[in-house]
């Protein structure tokens, strides 16, 4: 019975860490994404104001 319990909170804190690396991950994506954006938004206003609109 305690092997089981003690295999039970392994599982359940491999399920954690799992869960923590994905969070990770998605926070790195949208990061990614958000630096991206602001750099396109600032190329396009630099090619505007070059080309005088």
């Known amino acids: 019975m305690i092997q ?4 039970t909170i392994g599982g359940a804190s491999a399920a954690r860490a799992g ?3 994905r969070a990770l991950m998605l926070r790195k994506t949208v990061g ?3 630096a991206t954006s602001g750099l396109a938004v600032i190329v396009a206003q630099a090619l505007q104001h070059t080309l005088g609109g």
Do not use: P
Request: no cysteine; hydrophobic share 70%; net charge neutral.
């Open 19 to 21: 869960q923590q690396q």
């Open 32 to 34: 990614f994404a958000i």
């Open 4 to 7: 089981m319990m003690m295999a």
